[in-house]
């Protein structure tokens, strides 16, 4: 029997192509910016992890980020991440972006904000990544980065026509908020691709229980069993949701 805890990425092949598509462009020197926007749980993080073989095919290095709802109050957690590649690398010793943060007085200049000056080095980290060779950056949960991180990613699709660079940001359906309603507006601005998951077809799904429990569906699940329609209790509980795990599905108490 499969592992249940590994994700699947059933039904969402034109998803993943789409992405190499655009990785193959920012590998010829053309970047471009995509959000995945989907209901939680229908496979966006696991879509992401697919995606990165293709990146790397592509040529494309890759930096993963992602943002988490207690670090939404800690400026820049949501690119912390990328930074830490660079520890003992390209920066030996301390990083200087985080030491810029961790410092009472960042820019050592009063009439500085020291935010603009932190999103500055790492606007500048970024283009020397890209000098070196194309780039994909991916940044997950972006519905819980921080307003500072936010400014970043919103700078960042500003410049992408300069740079070889694939940006990814995955998120929830787009909370009301200024600083999100600011990113999605540079967003639009910048022609960015959007893709928008829903849940997987019949077939998908079905692929997707013989995935997890090893073996084809009964017919009485293929054939809607339960006096449920089309659908099988089963296939209602999965709602087309590729991150559901084997654990989550009950058994023939859901016929009652």
């Known amino acids: 029997m499969h592992d249940s805890r590994t994700p699947v990425v059933i039904g969402r092949a034109g998803e993943i192509d789409t992405l ?8 010829a020197g053309q970047g471009a910016v995509v959000l995945v926007q989907g209901e939680p749980g229908i496979g966006k993080t696991a879509l992401l992890d697919a995606a990165r073989a293709r990146f790397t095919a592509a040529g494309l290095r890759i930096r993963l980020g992602a943002a988490s709802e207690p670090g939404q109050t800690v400026a820049f957690a949501a690119l912390f991440s990328w930074l830490d590649v660079d520890h003992n690398a390209d920066a030996p010793g301390a990083d200087p972006i985080r030491a810029l943060v961790d410092s009472d007085d960042p820019s050592g200049d009063a009439q500085a904000t020291p935010e603009i000056v932190i999103a500055e ?4 980290r970024i283009e020397i990544w890209c000098a070196r060779g194309p780039l994909a950056l991916i940044v997950d949960d972006v519905q819980w980065a921080d307003r500072s991180s936010l400014s970043v990613l919103q700078r ?3 410049r992408i026509d300069e740079l070889p660079l694939l940006l ?3 998120a929830r359906p787009q909370p009301q908020d200024s600083a999100f309603t600011a990113l999605s507006a540079e967003l639009v601005e910048c022609r960015a691709a959007q893709i928008r998951l829903g849940g997987l077809s019949d077939a998908a799904t ?3 229980v013989s995935h997890l429990v090893g073996a084809a569906p009964g017919p009485g699940i293929a054939a809607g069993g339960c006096g449920r329609g089309r659908q099988s209790a089963l296939y209602h509980r999965i709602g087309g949701r590729p991150a559901a795990r ?4 009950g058994s023939r108490r859901h016929c009652r």
Do not use: M, N, S, T
């Not at 190499?20 to 590998?27: E, G």
């Not at 080095?121 to 500048?124: Q, S």
């Open 20 to 27: 190499a598509a655009l990785a193959r462009r920012a590998a």
């Open 121 to 124: 080095a790492i606007l500048d």
């Open 156 to 158: 960042l699709c500003a």
């Open 168 to 170: 990814l940001l995955a």
């Open 206 to 208: 079905a692929e997707l």
């Open 246 to 249: 084997a654990g989550d599905h």
